[in-house]
């Protein structure tokens, strides 16, 4: 497991550490392992050389996503822990992509189950949040919103038995389909348990014409964070939407959780990062 390591040296230069980002509040600076996909599809990365790369940029958490995991026996997590372990580093989420909404009912018990095996996994890596990617029915918004819904509360209360008895509090991300309002997720998270089911709120992915209105929504039961810049202007500032304004609906709610950013943007995916990190220090 070297290997990526010494690339990653090689390519973003000598591993010299940078200094832990600090947050007022004493909220965690985060980063998902999806913003460097880029990355870890030319090999250039991986889940076990991943802590020491964000020990280097300076970002004290990990965001890990199931989709990445080449492996998701015991040997292997272990293997990641320790790595984590070593840099100094903490795992913030653990994210499980999938379709608890679709109509084939074989299919929904194997999400169901599989998403089982990920909360265990979430357990082993230390994740004291799981983000259950919800799916849709793939009959549209009329559809998500009645029986979408109805699947998604019923999915989730097979799953919370197993999340409370690993200490593992399940986050719903506004991410289409049935989680493409917060009216949904609002519906799901009082449909099952708000003490173990909360909100995943993506900065970015809710529509233009009510990103603020969504957000508010949903930011009182916010577990986790997307900080979701994808384009900058010539000052670092966010293009697409008003940063500051979003970051203080979570801080009227006293948000306590991490700051994952999430990097979808053009370019080089370590530079977005960076930007993002910047504008997270200087407004939170």
Known sequence: MRVPILLSALLFGALAWAEDATLRGGNVLSCETYSYRQLIAAGK???????AFYKQEGIKGISYNDSFFKQ??????????????????????????????????????????????????????GAPVVRINVGNTGTGPEADATVGVERVIAAFKELLPVARQLKI????????????????????????????????????????????EEVAKVA?????????INEFDERGEAVSYDFPRVLNMLKAQKYKGSLSIEYEGKGDPVEGVRKSKALILKYW
């Open 45 to 51: 990365l991986d889940m076990v050389s991943a802590p």
């Open 72 to 125: 998701r026996d015991d040997a292997y997590v272990d293997q990641v822990k320790t790595a984590v372990k070593a840099a100094g580093r903490m795992v913030t989420c653990f994210v499980i992509e999938g379709n608890l909404a679709q109509a084939d009912e074989a299919r929904r018990r194997q999400q169901i189950e599989y998403n089982k095996a990920g909360l265990r996994m979430a357990h082993r890596l």
């Open 220 to 228: 009182p039961y916010a577990f986790v964070t997307h900080v979701k």
């Open 169 to 212: 509090r399940l986050a719903i991300e506004n991410h289409g389909g049935v989680s493409k309002t917060a009216a949904n997720i609002v519906k799901i998270i009082q449909g099952t348990d708000p003490r173990w089911v909360g909100a995943m709120v993506d900065f970015g992915n809710f529509p233009d014409a009510v990103r603020y």
